[in-house]
């Protein structure tokens, strides 16, 4: 025999309590598709079988919640979905369910993320790239992202502002720890020795 309970913000969960004194918590959407009503049996697969229902509309639920907050990646939501204890499944359901709806997108993030840099940091091509890893971003995903924004002559461009009046060895250097490829550093110190020369004249 069950005894059923509200609790949560906004009446999210309901509490069904077990005639043995033990209760078990389910989604309220889930308790309204079930039809389950004080004073019903209920089974051990049964109470699995909504347990695992709820935990999958409380995954996307979160999910929602920390996209409404900040942009995530692919594997961060993953990441902070299991830092809450939800199970594999229904990780793994909303990961798929934001992505089916459009908001969780890595392509996107990582352009986003790419324009912002290069917009207030002076950081070369390989800096970037770095950085989207470590957000999480898959490698092909961050290649394809820097590569289509920050191309030769953007980076040159950012390389140039950055070198500023430095000598030629100080301005490898500081390229060189930004995260600048050889390549730029390489047409930008042939500037330096030749101001009226455009770098890709041999």
């Given amino acids: 025999m069950l005894s059923i309970e509200h609790k949560g913000a ?25 039809g389950v009503s004080v004073g ?15 935990q999958l509309v409380f995954a996307r639920a979160r999910a929602l919640r920390l996209l409404a907050g900040a942009p995530q990646t692919r ?17 793994r359901g909303a990961v798929a369910r934001m992505m089916e709806l459009g908001y969780l997108d890595d392509l996107a993030f990582a352009e986003n993320w790419t324009r912002s840099r290069l917009s207030s940091r002076r950081e070369g091509w390989k800096a970037l790239y770095r950085g989207l890893i470590l957000k999480g971003i898959p490698r092909p995903v961050a290649e394809k992202a820097v590569s289509d924004l920050c191309t030769d002559e ?9 070198a500023g009046s430095l000598s030629a060895q100080a301005a490898a250097r500081k390229l060189a720890s930004r995260g600048f490829r050889s390549r730029t550093i390489a047409r930008l110190l042939k500037e330096l020795r030749d101001p009226g020369r455009p770098a890709d004249e041999e």
Avoid: M, Y
């Fill in 40 to 54: 019903d049996s209920i089974d051990g697969p049964r109470i699995e079988s909504l347990s695992s229902q709820s």
């Fill in 154 to 162: 953007v980076e040159l461009a950012k390389a140039r502002q950055l």
């Fill in 10 to 34: 906004g009446g999210e969960a309901v509490r069904i309590h077990l005639s043995d004194g033990s209760f078990f918590v389910i989604h309220a959407e889930v308790h309204a598709r079930a």
């Fill in 75 to 91: 594997r961060g939501l993953t990441a902070k979905l299991r830092a809450r204890g939800f199970p594999e499944d229904a990780v």
